[in-house]
């Protein structure tokens, strides 16, 4: 079998990866949730994070640079993308108020700590 970049190139690259610009993993460990993702690029005033009733949202947005004083250039290929970028992940019954965050050579590091099951529970007293 022969690799897809043999038979279509560049041609539908920007087709297929649309939107998969923010790989990430996401794993459970010690009653946390981890979130790394790759946000090469970015800077962190760059990225947004928010969570609303267990669901967390990454924002990036990168702006484009518009270069007046070397005007005549004329690029021969570009491939760096502008815009805004977003995911979204419902992970439940997570402690809002505990979550961090931490972006490091561009992977952003997201713990948030999951909200102890037995702590929410409420027993019903019989009469």
Not at 72 to 82: N, P
Not at 94 to 120: M, Q, R, Y
């Amino acid at each position: 079998m022969l690799p897809r970049r043999f038979y279509f190139d560049n041609a539908l690259d920007q087709f297929f990866e649309e939107g998969n610009n923010m790989k990430c993993d996401i794993y459970e460990k010690d009653n946390i949730y981890h979130v790394e993702m790759d946000l090469p690029g970015f800077t962190k005033d760059e990225i947004k994070i928010e969570c609303n009733k267990g669901t967390l949202s990454v924002t990036a947005s990168k702006e484009e640079k518009h270069e007046e004083e070397d005007s005549d250039k004329k690029y021969l290929r570009r491939e760096r993308s502008y815009g805004k970028y977003s995911r979204s992940f419902y992970l439940n019954d997570v402690d809002e108020d505990k979550i961090s965050a931490k972006f490091d050579n561009g992977t952003l590091t997201i713990s948030i700590p999951k909200i102890d099951a037995n702590e929410n529970k409420k027993y019903i007293d019989i009469k």
